[in-house]
């Protein structure tokens, strides 16, 4: 059964009458109301043909209303579940702080940019180090939104004085000799922040 | 802070207002606020864009004085023999049927519905979609806080989108003086509210209120509008300036009006500011001045390029400056992925409109809207074909969609919109789909009471 994320990441195959209907159940949904709109089509123009062949109402004038009924139905549940939406929405997320928002949005992948903007204590120019496919997944643009401008990873700086580390297998072995783990989020990922040099 | 973000919504208004009066519009109160807002918040981004081009910073004064100063005085010089928008019009007289009444209540009562739902829902979540992680609202955080062009190329493929949305998101973060997560989305539900009159006055204009109050009623029953509306996405930013030429092309040859032609060369200009389409679309509004002048009593070739004139130079104007930093900062070149592929188009027909007929009639987007306008179509009596607004609607609709399977059969585009029958081909038909429920409404027939 699809959650409240699921639905804050709406899918247009899913068709939205019935908050639990998927794809496959949306697109019989949708063929089930194109068969009871050409059988409501059919019966109408047929009594209208053998019984009432002088009617005023033309079989133009009922297809258009049967398929403007058809639609107003369909509207109808659409709302019905817009309700239902919106009561689950605001059971959720009302009174709720912008950070526990998030929090149960993007989950751990939040906790970690807290993590991180909690050990970085000055701003900083920082490297994205991940196994994350970094065009094909949300995450590494969710670190890079949060972080900035704290932890800059956007401008990608040749000098980083920040280590970004997030679920990178064995993520020790990427933190170059200058830099030192100032703290472990996970067995996969860690900040590490360059080393103060003294004069 | 709500304070300050009303602010941010009326300057641009006001903006807006006096470029339209310098350009001696007359239109509706409710048309003249929307237009303002949207012609103000584009006036805004290019002027900002200019800003970052010539490296200065982003600040409130830098943006507000200048502006203010130059459409003052362009609205001092211009507005002579200007006729002044009635904000205080006396309402219509009402003296409705039964029926009619029932009509009027109900489509009241569905059109508040929609728009509480898709405020609500926006307020509820902060900004959290795909597309505005990944592209908008990090963009434009980046130019809120880092004031620069240069940093724009690390955004990968998003690089070389057009930035306008981008930087109208900047200028409420300034006027807030701080990035605010979960106002800053407003400005999407807001969209949606500045589109709905002016849908309204372009189909009253040339039909009456009950189809102007029927399309918008239409509009709003597709769910994929609505939850455009409540998501970070550029797609509802880029249907209103992407429709704003096509109303205003219909209604420069129906009323001999050489000012909306100007002003639907400066939405053009802006929706390709918005999205990469915007500049293809240029081929669509060439096409419909060509179709409205060969319509027009005056279908002079000289008459028919100064048409044309009229339209390209704002649009030129407005749509180049973008091009140029993308080509200063070297900013990707997502078009770059498109390319002609003649070879095999053939296998691809079958395919393009399979998926395209799919999306239209089986997905949850757009209710059972197409199917209905396809009924509306097929039991239509031969007199509403012979409206000149239902043959432009027509022609408009045919020429999207002629585009779009163009594109598909012999460009490479294929791989990009048609690989299923959902992601970006929803999207793109959402650009356009308001034309759907505007013809269903003007192909509806007025009840005699």
Known sequence: MPTLTDFLYYSPNWNYIGVTIGESGSIILVYLLYIILCVAVLIIVGRYSAFNRTAAVSRRKIMRNVALGILGTMVLLQVVCQQSFLIKLIKRFSNQTIGQKYKYLFGPTYSYVRFVLNHAHERCAGKLITDLNINGTLEPYILKYFLYPDVDVLSETSDPTCLIIFRKANPEQSVPDNFEIVGKFDAQSLIALRKKTGI | ?449
Not at chain 2, 219 to 233: A, D, G, K, P, Q
Not at chain 2, 312 to 334: C, E, Q, T
């Open chain 2, 1 to 449: 802070m709500i304070f300050l973000f009303i602010i941010a919504l009326v300057f641009p208004a006001a903006l807006g207002y006096l470029l339209l009066k310098s350009l001696r519009f007359s239109c509706s109160a409710k048309t003249a606020l929307s237009l303002s807002f949207l012609l103000g918040l584009g006036v805004i981004a290019l002027w900002m864009l200019l800003l970052l081009i010539f490296h200065q910073a982003l600040t409130l004064s830098g943006i507000v004085i200048p502006l203010v100063l130059l459409f003052g005085i362009l609205y001092v010089f211009l507005r002579r023999n200007y006729s002044p928008i009635c904000f205080f019009q006396s309402p219509p007289a009402f003296n409705l049927s039964v029926r009619q009444r029932i009509f009027l209540y109900g489509a009241v009562f569905f059109i508040a519905h929609q728009l509480y739902f898709v405020f609500l829902a926006a307020g509820l979540t902060p900004i959290a979609s795909w597309d505005g992680i990944y592209a908008i609202a990090v963009k434009s955080k980046y130019l809120f806080y880092g004031g620069q062009l240069e940093g724009l190329k690390n955004f990968y493929i998003t690089s070389s989108y057009p930035i306008q949305m981008e930087l109208d998101v900047t200028w409420l973060a300034l006027v807030l003086n701080q990035w605010d997560d979960q106002l800053l989305k407003y400005i999407f539900p807001i969209f949606l509210l500045a589109y709905l009159p002016l849908q309204y006055d372009f189909v009253k204009d040339f039909s009456d209120r009950s189809k102007a109050l029927l399309s918008v009623v239409l509009v709003l029953c597709s769910y994929f509008l609505i939850y455009h509306s409540t998501i970070e996405y550029r797609s509802i930013f880029f249907l209103v300036y992407n429709l704003m030429p096509v109303f205003l092309i219909f209604r420069a040859f129906q009323r001999n009006e050489p000012t909306s032609l100007i002003l639907a060369g400066i939405f053009a200009g802006l929706s390709a500011f918005i999205k990469l389409e915007g500049t293809g679309h240029f081929l669509i509004y060439v096409l419909l001045i060509l179709y409205t002048t060969l319509k027009s009593e005056n279908r002079s070739i000289k008459a028919g390029l100064l048409c044309q004139v009229k339209f390209l130079v704002p649009a030129l104007l407005i749509s180049v400056p973008f091009w140029l930093v993308k080509n200063m900062y070297h900013l990707g070149s997502f078009e770059g992925r498109l390319g002609l592929q003649i070879t095999g188009f053939t296998d691809r027909l079958i395919p393009v409109l399979s998926t395209i007929l799919q999306n239209l009639f089986l997905s949850g987007n757009w209710s059972i809207l197409w199917f209905v306008l396809l009924i509306f179509v097929l039991t239509a009596q031969k007199a509403s074909f012979r409206s000149p607004a239902i043959q432009y609607i027509g022609l408009t609709l045919l020429l999207y969609f002629a585009l779009y399977i163009g594109l598909g059969l012999f460009t490479t585009t294929f791989s990009i919109l048609y690989y299923d029958p959902y992601t970006n081909l929803s999207r793109t038909i959402l650009h356009f789909f308001p034309l759907c429920p505007i013809l269903i409404a003007l192909l509806s027939e007025r009840n005699k009471d």
